[in-house]
């Protein structure tokens, strides 16, 4: 089994690594070594130190971050993820990222060879500990594997949209 990367241990990260911790193989970075060592003490995840050493057989990396210059940042540039991940992976961005930026990301990805899944929740932290989120997921082709199935670690429901962010934003 692949190992899935997450990435962004804030307030709703935290709580959703722990529980995604419980049920697959998960690596786990943030830049507060305190969250990293919250998440790693609750047992499951290991930590990452640094996003250019990553531990073989990420198949999967999950984006928890405040905003789209954060998600750009980690995914962009020569050191960025995009540049280093092998093609097939998954990429999930579960925050409530820019419209345009996801697109954006998600062709860059798709170039690549890597598939873009747009999947930001609601439901606030007290959904997110509980394993009660919404996640409103999007993207242009099924991801290649069964990857995509680590969403069930944190909420019952979730509805569908054909590319990562339609031509018609959904997400405000």
């Not at 690594?17 to 995840?45: K, M, Q, Y």
């Not at 971050?65 to 750009?72: I, K, W």
């Not at 345009?100 to 007290?126: K, Q």
């Amino acid at each position: 089994m692949s190992t899935t990367l997450f990435i962004g241990l804030g307030h709703m990260g935290a709580p959703m690594a722990i529980r995604h911790a419980r049920v697959h193989p998960t690596a786990v970075f943030d830049l507060s070594g305190e969250a990293v060592a919250e998440v790693v003490r609750s047992g499951g995840a290991v930590a990452v130190d640094a996003l250019d050493d990553l531990p073989a057989g990420v198949g999967a990396v999950i984006l928890m971050l405040p905003t789209s210059r954060h998600v750009e940042s980690i995914l962009l540039g020569g050191e960025g993820l995009l540049a280093t991940l092998e093609s097939g992976t998954i990429v999930i961005d579960m925050g409530s990222s820019e419209p345009d930026s996801t697109r954006a990301l998600a062709a860059e990805a798709a170039r690549r060879g890597i598939d873009y899944v747009d999947a930001p929740v609601s439901g606030g932290v007290p959904k997110a500990v509980s394993g009660e989120l919404a996640i409103m997921v999007g993207g242009r082709r099924r991801p290649s594997s069964g990857r995509c199935r680590t969403s069930t670690c944190w909420g019952p429901r979730s509805c569908t949209s054909a590319p990562p962010v339609p031509e018609t934003p959904r997400k405000l």
